[in-house]
């Protein structure tokens, strides 16, 4: 969740492009809008990456961000140095309606490869009413944790309640019966999964790349095991955002985003368990970071008697970022290098296991799942002894 700064000396001229943002500017446009420069080196990037589409979700991202509203203040919890804007998950919300639009008036325009975009998956609508939930806090308007659990709570089983089919069903075939017990147990089990997963994507948005990064290897593997054109629209859009997060620093998912993302993530999770394309180890290591974090964060917190659900700077994230902070003067560059190398970590095996057809292989799956997970606990306490190294010789 960081802005850009622009004081680090050589740190190259492509950064130093990046970095420059006029207090002029700032004053005319909103407290995180990219400069003339930024869009301009931002444009030649993404219009040779993703020709029109780039350029139009570029459009969408440079003008939400000159809004003055939705910005996430510098001195708020987190791991920002300057304002940013909240509304990157609005933006990509934006461009995926800009492309249904477009293909649904003229399917040429869009290529092949998204021209029979149906939009056919009515979980979709489900997760935009959930990423509401998240927008109200974007603009400000402030819902406790325990209001917003029972909003989340009665959303998903409202839905899950009238449309069966978007539970992973198929875990009472591996169970065993049918009974109603069963399937009530199976609403609770995925509400459970929903609720937990959506407040572990909301705090993987801290670090530039860290979320978008993650969400774009799961529709990539989603895409490639069916084609569906949605999934396909949905890595554009985060392709544009993460380079922007990544480049600048200037615009975050925010809780809409987060919300949203992470929970169409779990319903796709489901859909693809139920038609027998992925298994549960595959899907474990695929997400590991924001699975990991979560169940570490509500043990931690729990065993000290505090509220799962509030917000503070102790998570694995943040002390990565400080370890990086200490190497590069970029606050910038440390907090990208932190999103990154955990996307990287927490993704890439599976997409290496998808590539090689093991992603129902569940020993396989699950066994990278404990080598990743023996991973985060190391790096998790050398950082920490290194944050606390550092912090006492600083009150020395």
Not at 106 to 129: C, H
Not at 361 to 370: D, I, R, T, Y
């Amino acid at each position: 969740m960081s802005s850009m700064d622009k004081d680090f000396p050589g740190s190259g001229a492509f950064e130093k492009v990046m970095s420059e943002q006029p207090e002029e500017q700032l004053r005319e446009l909103g407290p995180a809008g990219l400069s003339g420069a930024q869009v301009a080196s931002l444009a030649l990037i993404l219009g040779g990456l993703l020709g029109l589409a780039g350029l139009t979700s570029l459009c969408l991202m440079v003008w939400f961000s000159h809004q003055r509203f939705g910005v996430d203040r510098s001195a708020k919890h987190g791991i920002s140095v300057k304002d940013t804007s909240r509304m990157g998950g609005v933006a990509i919300a934006v461009f995926l309606m800009v492309v249904w639009l477009v293909s649904a008036v003229n399917p040429a325009v869009m290529g092949e490869v998204i021209a029979d975009l149906s939009w056919g998956l009515s979980f979709v609508l489900l997760a935009g009413l959930i990423a509401c939930v998240g927008f109200l806090d974007d603009l400000g308007v402030y819902i406790g944790p325990i209001t917003r659990l029972l909003l989340l709570t009665v959303i998903l089983t409202s839905g899950f309640i009238l449309v069966p089919t978007w539970i992973p069903n198929q875990l009472i075939a591996v169970i065993g019966g049918t009974e109603s017990a069963l399937e009530i147990g199976l609403v609770v089990f995925s509400v459970f999964v929903c609720i937990g997963f959506i407040n572990a994507g909301n705090i993987s948005d801290g670090a530039n790349g860290l979320f978008s990064g993650i969400c774009m290897a799961f529709f990539l593997c989603a895409w490639l095991l069916t084609a569906e054109g949605l999934y396909f629209s949905v890595i554009i859009g985060l392709l544009s955002f993460f380079l922007i997060n990544v480049l600048t620093g200037c615009i975050i998912m925010g809780d809409f985003g987060a919300y949203g993302l992470s929970a169409l993530i779990a319903f796709v999770g489901f859909d693809l368990f139920d038609q027998g394309l992925v298994g549960l180890g595959f899907l474990a290591s695929l997400l590991s970071y924001p699975c990991l974090e979560i169940i570490r964060i509500f043990v931690v917190r729990i065993g000290k008697a505090q509220s799962p659900f509030r917000a503070d700077n102790q998570h694995s994230h943040n002390l990565l970022h400080k370890y990086f902070s200490s190497l590069v003067k970029s606050k910038t560059l440390a907090n990208s290098l932190t999103g990154v190398s955990i996307a990287f970590f927490s993704a890439m095996p599976a997409v290496i296991i998808l590539f090689q057809e093991g992603q129902r292989n569940e020993m396989l799956c699950f066994g990278v799942f404990g080598l990743q997970s023996l991973i985060f606990v190391l790096v998790h306490t050398v950082t920490h002894a290194f944050c606390s190294k550092h912090q006492a010789h600083i009150i020395r």
